[in-house]
């Protein structure tokens, strides 16, 4: 049995919980360390989840020769230099989604990597969850035969506290739809048509509240097959169950409808109509995330979740902030009415 590959969160808070959660069965797998510039901060996290060492810093922890790989779980304005140091140290990098703020980021982190001969996977546990690796087959066996409309849907109401980091755009990098959105839009981007144009539109931002970003955006795009799709992505509205909401693929033959969080996909398309269970041991993707991060490290190879797959869809990303429509006033409405 090889031995367990030994990886440091550089950052404790809630998205270090999460994985950390998950990582518990895999103890046999992965083994983990904790840093943060506040100590006590790390020795909880370690106490918590059973972790093996305790870094008063992310500086201690890449520096340290025991240490495989690191887990970048700060908010975004540090990635970049993170993981770049983490790079040249010569280690492998997890980052979180979303992984850097401009293209030339990722350009310059795929070149360090290269260079260093490390792997380098961006955490989208989206693109691993048993919902995406199934909607991706049910594509490819053309059970709706020629894709026209895709129509992708994920609002509820996740208001965040005054003192949240995401509040500050400096920090998350944009607003709530880039933070977070990103996962979704990866999500319509990776089923097996390529997201080729894409237009933001984006509603007036609340003014009430601590939450102070803005916090909805709808996107419109077209595929290389030439389907169009839409986007709805907000955390203001309410829904039912605090997010249960369902999206619809329609094809020339049928029509895959799914809850968007991946509890259920109703196929009525060639064949008999069929109600399909994606799984809900890895629900979110984190335990196949993981296993691919460990996989690529002891293959010497790249992730599915690598680098080049992130830049495609920053491009997207990219495309929509470039052309993002604006609210707007009553009166400029009227102006351009009359």
């Known amino acids: 049995m090889p031995q367990p590959i030994r990886i440091a969160f550089l950052g404790c808070g809630f998205i270090t919980r999460v994985h950390s959660g998950h990582l518990r069965s895999m103890k046999a797998d992965i083994v983990c360390s904790y840093a943060s510039r506040d100590r006590e901060k790390a020795e909880a996290a370690c106490r918590t989840f ?34 770049m140091q983490a790079i040249e140290a010569g280690k492998h990098v997890l980052v979180e989604k979303p992984a850097f703020l401009r293209m030339a980021d990722y350009r310059a982190a795929a070149e360090a990597r290269d260079r260093a001969g490390r792997t380098v996977l961006v955490g989208e546990n989206d693109h691993y969850k048993p919902l995406a690796v199934r909607l991706r087959a049910l594509i490819q066996e053309g059970v709706i035969g020629e894709m026209v409309f895709a129509h992708f849907t994920t609002i509820a109401k996740r208001l965040k506290s005054e003192d949240d980091w995401r509040n500050d ?13 990103i996962h979704w839009l990866h999500i319509a981007g990776s089923l097996g048509p390529i997201i080729v144009t894409a237009h933001g539109y984006r509603p007036a931002p609340s003014r009430e509240g601590p939450d102070r970003r803005a916090k909805s955006m709808m996107v419109a795009f ?17 829904s039912l169950l605090r997010g249960l909401r369902l999206s619809k693929l329609y094809g020339r033959d049928g029509v895959i409808t799914f809850e968007s969080n991946g509890l259920f996909v109703l196929v009525r398309g060639r064949g008999l109509p069929r109600l399909i269970l994606p799984g809900f041991r890895d629900i979110r993707g984190y335990q196949a995330m993981y296993r691919d991060f460990a996989g690529a490290i002891r293959a010497g190879r790249q992730p599915e ?12 990303m990219d495309q929509i902030y470039a052309g993002v429509e604006q609210p707007v006033s009553p009166a400029g409405a009227r102006a351009v009415g009359q």
């Open 305 to 316: 979740m690598s680098l080049e797959r992130a830049m495609d869809d920053q491009r997207v």
């Open 222 to 238: 077209r595929y290389d097959n030439q389907a169009v799709g839409s986007l709805y992505y907000s955390r203001e509205i309410p």
């Open 169 to 181: 755009e400096a920090m998350a990098g944009g607003d709530a739809f880039f933070e977070e959105g």
């Open 50 to 83: 059973g972790g093996d060492r305790v870094y008063p810093s992310y500086t201690a922890a890449i520096a340290d020769p025991a240490i495989d790989a690191v887990v970048i779980a700060v908010p975004p304005r540090f990635h970049f230099e993170l993981a």
